[in-house]
């Protein structure tokens, strides 16, 4: 039997926490900053977490 492989953007993308959740970084912080305010391109900087609904297409993903 070969081998499940993970999808190589997602594990870029994601990190699994010891408590099984998974970890994730904010879109819209790469580029058009002018217009964002100091506040919400603090608010980008700071790691979330997967959503309940989708945790299960990303762990699918990553084989967990």
């Keep these: 039997m070969p081998t499940i492989k993970t999808k190589s953007a997602a594990k870029k993308r994601f990190k ?10 904010h879109a819209f912080k790469s580029h058009i900053l002018t217009k964002k305010t100091t ?4 608010a980008l900087t700071h790691s979330g ?16």
Excluded at 16 to 25: D, E, M, Q, S, Y
Excluded at 52 to 62: F, T, W
């Design 39 to 42: 506040k919400a391109k603090r």
């Design 16 to 25: 699994v926490t010891a408590t099984g959740k998974i970890k994730r970084k």
């Design 49 to 64: 977490l997967v959503s309940r609904a989708d945790m299960e297409n990303v762990k699918g993903m990553l084989n967990i």
